[in-house]
C-alpha cells in the first residue's frame, strides 16, 4: 500500500459524453473544464429545454431611470427632460450627476435645461449648486447667451451673493431692463444694509437710458418701504404720477406698504381709495398694514369690509387677522374665524394656520383650546411646537414651556432659532442655568449661535442665573456685534448691579463702529441715574437731543427719571415740559422725580393735573403715586387714588397697590382700614 502511494497514480481518461447532448449544455461543460473547478463525476444529465414559467417579478418604481434604460443608450433630448424633471423635484444632486456625465461624453446641452436648473438653485437658495451650474453653462459656451446671463443674475441674487451677480452682469454686452430688475429684486432681499445701493443702482439704471417698467418701480418702493424712506417715497410717487404709472395695481400696492411702514396711515388710506377695482392683495396690504401700525381694530374693520365686498379671504389675510385678535384678546371673533377655518377644509391642512390658532387662543388666555388645536392638528411641526410654547410662555406656564422643547424632540422635530430664542429666557426666569446650558450646547452644535438674537438670549438668561462671567465670554466670543449686542451686555450688567461695568461697556461701545440707538441711550441714563451721574447724564442728554430722541416717549422719560435721581428737580422739569407729545410714560417719571427728592406735594398736584389734562395713568403710575401717597402721609389721597384706579380706569390692583394702602394705613394707625384691605387682597388676588 505505501509502495502504492508513493508511485505516481495515472487514471484512466475519461470517455467523452455522448453527442445527443444539447449544443448549450456541451458549451457549459467545456467552461467548467476549462476554468478552476474539476468535473469527477459522470456527464451532467440532460435537463429539459423549456424551463418552466415563472411568476413575473412585480414592478417598482426604482425600476425605472437611470436603472432600466443605461443612460449611454438614451437619446440627448430623453435625457434633458430627465434633468429638468429632477430640477422641478428640487433633486439637484441627481440632476448635476447627468450633467457632469453629459460634459464627459461631449453632449452639449441646451437652454432649457440650464434654465430649469437656474431655477431650481434660486429655490434651494444653493450658492454651491449654482456656481456649478454656472461652470456647466461655460464649458456648453452659453456664458454669452442673453437670457440665461439674466437668469444667473437672478439666480445668484436669489442665492444672497450679490457680488457674483454683479460680476455676471458687468460681464454682459447689452442690458435690457430685466438683467437691471434681477440685480434691483437681489439688493433688495437683502433689506435695510443695501438701501443705499438699490437707490445707486435704480439711478444709473436710469441714467443708462433703459426704460424703466412697473417692476423696477416696485423694487425701488419695496426697498424704500423696508428703510422707511418716507422723503425718497414721496418723490417715487410723484415720478409715478408725473409719468403717467399710476393706472398700475402693482404700483398703487407697492406704495400703499410703503406708507404704512413709514407711518403714514392717511397717506395708505389716500391711495386705497384711489383703487377702482381692489383684490385680495390689495386688501390684505391693508390689513397687514393696520396691524403693523397696532390699529388692531381698524385690521377688524377693513376684514369685515372685505368680506362684505365679495372677496374671499386667503390664508396670508387669516393667518394676519389671527394675531391682530391675539393682540386685542377678542377671543369671541377668533372662535369666529377658527369656524371659517374648519369651514374652508383647505386652511385646515395649512401647518402656519393651525400655528396662528394656537397662538391666538394662548394669547387670549385660552389654553384648553389652544392645545386642542394643536393636538388636534394632523401634522405638526417645529413652528406649531413654538407656538404652544409661547403659550405656555404668555400664561406663565414656564415649567411645561421647558418641558415641551423635549417633548417636540421626542416626536422627531429639531428646535429652530425662534424656539431656542423663546425657550432661554424661561431658563433665565426659572434660574434653570443646567437646561439653559444644555440649550447652549445645542446651539453651538446646529449652528445657531452666531445668530444674535440667540446670542443675546443666551447673555441675558446667563446673567439672571448668576453667571454674569458666562454672559461675557459669549459676548467676546460674538464674531459680529451690533447693536442689540452692546446693550445686552450693559443689561446683564445692569441685572447683577455693576454699574460701573455697564458704563465701561458703553464707553467701549463708542470706540467701536456702532453707535447707541435709543434702547441704549435709555438703558444708559437709567445708570446714570442709579449712580446719580450728573455729568456723565448731561452728555447723554446732549446725545439725545443731537439725535432728536426727544419724541421717543421711554427716551424722554429715562432722561426726566435720571435728573430726578441725581437731586435736579428743575432739570427734570425742564426736559419734561420740552417733550413735544406727552404720554403716560413721561407724566410718571416726571411724578416720580419730585417723589424721590421728598417733594411729595407738588409730586400729587402733578399727578391731578395728568387726570384733569384727559390723560389716562397706568397700573405703573398708580404704582408710583400710591408710594408717594404712603412715604408723605396722605391718607385720603391714597383711598381716593386706589378708588379711581379701579372704578375709573378699570384698573385691577396689584399686590403692591394693596401693599402701599397697608403700609400706609397702619402707619397712621387706622388699623381696621388696614385689614379690610388685607382680606379684600386676599379674597381678589387668590
Known sequence: MDALSSCNFTSKPQPKPPNFLHPLHQTLIKTLENDSFRINSSPAPIYPLAS??????????????PNSI?????????????????????????????????????????????????????????????????AHIRINGLVENEFLQTKLVNMYAGCGSIEDAKKVFDDMSA?????????????????????????????????????????????????LAGNRALRQGLKTHGILVKNGLMQSDILKTSLIDMYFKCGKVKLAHAVFEDLEERDVVVWGAMIAGFAHNRLQ?????????????GIRVNSVIVTSILSVIGEVLARRIGQEVHAYVIKTKAYSEHSFVQSALVDMYCKCGDMISGRKVFYGTAVRNTISWTALLSGYVANGRLEQALRSIVWMQQEGFKPDIVTVATVLPVCGKLRASKQGKEIHA????????????????????????????????????????????????????????????????????????????????????????????????????????????TSIPFVSAEIVRMYGNCGAVSKAKLVFDAVPVKGSMTWTAVIEAYGCNSEYAEAIRIFKKM????????????????????????????????????????????????????????????????????????????
Not at 481 to 491: C, F, L, P, R
Open 52 to 65: 418552466p414559467k415563472k411568476k413575473p417579478k412585480k414592478f417598482h418604481e426604482k425600476d425605472t431611470f
Open 70 to 134: 443605461p443612460i449611454h443608450r438614451k437619446n440627448p433630448h430623453a435625457i434633458y427632460r430627465d434633468i429638468q424633471k429632477f430640477a422641478i423635484e428640487n433633486k439637484l444632486k441627481e440632476a448635476l450627476a447627468i450633467l457632469d456625465y453629459l460634459d464627459h461624453r461631449g453632449i452639449p446641452t441646451n437652454v432649457t435645461t440650464f434654465s430649469s436648473l437656474i431655477s431650481a438653485c434660486t429655490r434651494a437658495k444653493s450658492i454651491e449648486a449654482a456656481r456649478q451650474v454656472h
Open 175 to 223: 442690458r435690457s431692463v430685466y438683467p437691471w430688475n434681477a440685480l434691483l429684486k437681489g439688493k433688495v432681499t437683502l433689506g435695510h444694509r443695501n438701501s443705499g445701493e438699490v437707490l445707486g443702482s435704480f439711478l444709473e439704471m436710469q441714467a443708462s437710458g433703459v426704460q424703466l417698467n412697473v417692476y423696477s418701480f416696485s423694487c425701488l418702493i419695496k426697498s
Open 297 to 309: 381694530w381698524e385690521a377688524l374693520e377693513y376684514t369685515r369690509w372685505m368680506v362684505r365686498e
Open 442 to 549: 445645542y446651539s453651538v452644535k446646529n449652528g445657531i449661535l452666531p445668530y444674535v438674537s440667540v446670542s443675546t438670549s443666551l447673555m441675558m438668561m446667563y446673567s439672571k442665573c448668576g453667571a454674569l462671567d458666562y454672559s461675557s465670554r459669549v459676548f467676546d466670543n460674538m464674531e459680529r456685534k451690533n447693536v442689540i449686542a452692546w446693550t445686552a451686555m450693559i443689561e446683564c450688567y445692569m441685572e447683577s448691579r455693576c454699574l460701573n461695568e455697564a458704563l465701561g461697556v458703553f464707553r467701549l461701545m463708542q470706540l467701536s463702529k456702532h453707535r447707541a440707538d435709543s434702547v441704549t441711550i435709555a438703558r444708559i441714563s437709567s445708570v446714570c441715574g442709579q449712580l446719580k451721574n450728573e455729568k456723565l447724564g448731561r452728555e447723554i442728554h446732549g446725545q439725545v437731543l443731537k439725535k432728536d430722541l
Open 611 to 686: 387726570m384733569s389734562d384727559d390723560f389716562s395713568p397706568n397700573q405703573f403710575t398708580f404704582k408710583v403715586v400710591l408710594r408717594i401717597c404712603e412715604q408723605g402721609g396722605f391718607a385720603e389721597d391714597a383711598l381716593r387714588f386706589f378708588s379711581l384706579m379701579s372704578r375709573k380706569y378699570r384698573i385691577k390692583a396689584s399686590e403692591e397697590h394693596y401693599g402701599s394702602i397697608v403700609d400706609l394705613l397702619t402707619r397712621l394707625g387706622r388699623t381696621e382700614e388696614a385689614e379690610r384691605f388685607v382680606q379684600l387682597r386676599s379674597s381678589l388676588l387668590d
